[in-house]
């Protein structure tokens, strides 16, 4: 059964950068998923960031990071990150790696992570 454990979150203020790491593991080898990051605000929903469909060439973001966040992968090591850039106080949330059956945008997630606390000062 497939884990996913995020690390890298923290205390950042606004105008700073913080890369968030997804590592994978306990799938089988030719078990093949997308990855996605999403975050939860305090008092509201949780809502998708980024997701990388395939390779780096697919990756979507959630309008609110364009520009400012990329999603990539190590396919040799299993790992996910999810580099933010110029971060501001409303990127303030807890941030969730996953993994999604491949191809669906990350509307088919199996495998959450617990969650890495990232809180951005103004």
């Known amino acids: 059964q497939l884990q996913v454990v995020e690390s890298g979150g923290g205390l950042v203020q606004a105008g700073g950068s913080l890369r968030l790491s997804c590592a994978t593991s306990?799938?089988?080898?030719?078990?093949?998923?997308?990855i996605g990051w999403f975050r939860q605000a305090p008092g509201k929903e949780r809502e998708g960031v980024a997701c990388?469909?395939?390779?780096?060439?697919?990756?979507v973001y959630a309008d609110s990071v364009k520009g400012r966040f990329t999603i990539s992968r190590d396919t040799a090591t299993n790992t996910g990150y999810l580099q933010m850039n110029s971060v501001q106080p409303e990127d303030t949330a807890i941030y969730y790696c996953?993994?999604?059956?491949?191809?669906?945008?990350?509307?088919?997630?199996?495998?959450w992570g617990r969650g890495t606390q990232v809180t951005v000062s103004s």
């Open positions: 990388l469909i395939g390779s780096e060439d697919g990756a």
């Open positions: 996953a993994a999604s059956r491949p191809f669906k945008h990350c509307l088919a997630v199996y495998a």
């Open positions: 306990g799938g089988s080898p030719a078990e093949y998923y997308d």
